[in-house]
């Protein structure tokens, strides 16, 4: 049972576009959001997060939406850079058995092209 | 400032030993939890440490055990190693009452 979802393996955008990264999820006791990104040969970094009390998160290049009715969230990256290339998951925690630990998504590859 | 740092990066095990990864949490840190990621999939919650006890525990038999010391460094022990327990092993801390937990780089763990 995959409670956090991202249907997209992989996105191809050119350098100075917006990535739009999506990810959905279907526990209802998740309020807690978060996107890393993994480089090869490293462990993943956090990136931004955002909380189920709020819409919106922004934090320079990157903003994350959180649409709760619908279990949907998304990440902007804008202007995509090449160094923005890895590999993209997000992850979710929340009260009860789910507090404590994060739940992923499978990941997204990200390509921005020069 | 140092980060999450994990030991030993790589190792090759044979199917039945038994390993230990060994992890040490962000400096201000005193939650450490373990991860376990395969080819193509994203990190699987294995448990999380917190006081010296198992706080939270994921879907993983028993033959995977880990200790916290009062230092808060952390170490995963897998027992009776299967073929399938090949992945990449993900520590991560966090400070108790936050979401956001800061990953090292990882073991990679081979079993043949």
């Known amino acids: 049972d995959q409670q956090v979802k991202q249907n997209s393996p992989s996105l191809s955008v050119q350098e100075g576009r917006i990535s739009i990264l999506n990810c959905d999820y279907t526990n209802s006791m998740f309020d807690y959001f978060l996107w890393y990104k993994k480089y090869p040969a490293e462990g993943p970094t956090f990136l931004i997060s955002?909380?189920?009390?709020?819409d919106k998160n922004e934090d320079g290049r990157f903003t994350v939406f959180l649409n709760k009715s619908a279990k949907h969230l998304s990440l902007h990256i804008v202007p995509s850079q090449p160094g923005d290339s890895a590999v993209y998951f997000c992850a979710a925690s929340g009260r009860g058995t789910s507090y404590g630990k994060l739940t992923f998504g499978q990941g997204t590859i990200l390509t921005v092209h020069p | 400032d140092a980060g999450v740092t994990q030991s030993p990066t790589h190792l090759i095990k044979t199917r039945g030993q038994q390993v230990t990864l060994r992890c040490s949490p962000k400096?201000?840190?005193?939650?450490v939890s373990w991860y376990q990621q395969a080819l193509g999939q994203g990190p699987q919650f294995i448990f999380q440490?917190?006081?010296?006890?198992?706080?939270q525990r994921g879907n993983f038999p028993d033959r995977f055990s880990g200790h916290q010391f009062p230092n808060y460094s952390s170490e995963l022990n897998v027992n009776a190693l299967l073929l399938g327990d090949s992945a990449l092993y993900l520590c991560?801390?966090?400070?108790?009452?936050?979401?956001?937990?800061?990953f090292g780089p990882g073991t990679r763990l081979t079993v043949t």
């Open positions: 440490y917190y006081e010296e006890e198992e706080r």
């Open positions: 991560a801390s966090s400070r108790d009452g936050r979401y956001e937990q800061y």
């Open positions: 400096s201000g840190h005193d939650t």
């Open positions: 955002i909380s189920s009390i709020k």
